[in-house]
């Protein structure tokens, strides 16, 4: 698989429940961010998780991180039809000059009614 | 909140023209980056950029491709001969730091080369 893959590729779930989003990646990072998009704009940053962190939270999102496994993953909690967009993982290299993010295949999220 | 912002929101050109994107980052940002993404497609890093010069670039950026920060605000990304499969979203990016920031994206610019 490539650097930064989600599963699954489609989503769709009701109002009020959980979803869930995996990343795998293959390569040593230092770090991994997840993004929204809504169809056809832009980009907006949900939250960072560092390669020593196992599990952050924000609001109703909660990432984990589980670099033996090069996996995260993202559980927006309690979703609603505003939730609905794709979403991203972004993985930082552990080392270099600045920090090119390279994208996965993103997850798109339908939520309905 | 501060935020990044992009003009023009959507731009069409002829095969061969230049066209220049603008940019302007998070005004205590220190790196920038553009990225593109063809419609239906991943993200890609194009390129990098701190302290007026270019940290790094992917091999999309070729020859044709130059970026520039002409005054303290405003970054842009010039394409010298736009190529059909030049057609994409173009997005810029800011971040504070280099390593372990959040890199925040700007609403991006739709091209569309004919």
């Known amino acids: 698989s490539q650097q930064g893959e989600e599963d699954p590729q489609a989503l769709s779930i009701q109002e009020g429940e959980n979803a869930t989003m995996n990343c795998s990646y293959k390569t040593s990072i230092n770090n991994l961010q997840w993004y929204r998009q809504n169809s056809g704009r832009g980009l907006v940053h949900l939250i960072l998780?560092?390669?020593?962190?196992r599990e952050k939270h924000s609001g109703r999102l909660r990432v984990t991180l589980d670099t033996s496994k090069k996996s995260s993953s993202l559980l927006i909690t309690a979703s609603r039809a505003a939730d609905t967009a794709s979403y991203f993982c972004a993985t930082a290299p552990q080392a270099g000059t600045a920090s090119k993010l390279t994208f996965g295949t993103g997850t798109r999220l339908q939520v309905t009614l | 909140e501060p935020e990044v912002t992009q003009t023009p929101s959507h731009q069409v050109t002829q095969m061969g023209q230049e066209v220049i994107l603008r940019c302007v980052p998070i005004?205590?940002?220190?790196?920038f980056y553009w990225y593109r993404q063809i419609l239906g497609q991943k993200v890609e890093f194009l390129v990098s950029?701190?302290?007026?010069?270019?940290?790094?670039k992917s091999e999309i950026f070729d020859d044709q491709f130059s970026v520039e920060r002409p005054d303290g605000s405003n970054f842009t990304l010039k394409i010298r001969s736009t190529k059909l499969e030049d057609s994409a979203m173009y997005f810029c990016a800011s971040s504070v730091l280099d390593v372990g920031s959040e890199q925040f994206f700007g609403p991006g610019t739709r091209l569309t080369v004919l």
């Open positions: 005004s205590n940002h220190l790196y």
């Open positions: 950029f701190y302290n007026n010069e270019i940290s790094e």
């Open positions: 998780i560092r390669s020593n962190e």
